[in-house]
């Protein structure tokens, strides 16, 4: 089982850049496709961004895409999540997931790993 760690997160003001970074070890996630989720208060966790094992295909929530950027390293086994353009309703704990998938998948349920959270707020 792969375990994960994200780091990262912050408090910043609208309109601001924050960078995640999502450690793996126990195993190459190489073999896994790498999501990030976010999960306000009273929300339920909802899906990110996405991207596949090689890093050839990425997916984005329609809330973030333009503003957010996915990206893998197989090789330092790193997930990282560039995220521009910072707005009020994008805090959020951001969690770091894992799943053994040939396709990036939006629903949480089928996550095998977790990360514990980071904890992104944006003040206006």
């Known amino acids: 089982q792969v375990q994960l760690v994200e780091s990262g997160g912050g408090m910043v003001q609208v309109g601001d850049s924050l960078r995640l970074s999502c450690a793996a070890s126990?195993?190459?996630?190489?073999?896994?496709?790498m999501s990030w989720f976010r999960q306000a208060p009273g929300k339920e966790r909802e899906f990110v961004a996405g991207?596949?094992?090689?890093?050839?295909?990425?997916y984005y929530a329609d809330s973030v895409k333009g503003r957010f950027t996915i990206s893998r390293d197989n090789n330092n086994n790193t997930v990282t999540l560039q995220m521009n353009r910072l707005q009020p309703e994008d805090t959020a704990v951001y969690y770091c997931?894992?799943?053994?998938?040939?396709?990036?998948?939006?629903?949480?349920?089928?996550?095998?790993?977790w990360g514990q959270g980071t904890q992104v707020t944006v003040s206006s």
């Open positions: 991207i596949t094992r090689s890093g050839g295909s990425t």
């Open positions: 997931a894992a799943v053994l998938s040939t396709v990036v998948i939006t629903s949480a349920r089928i996550y095998d790993a």
């Open positions: 126990g195993r190459t996630i190489s073999s896994y496709v």
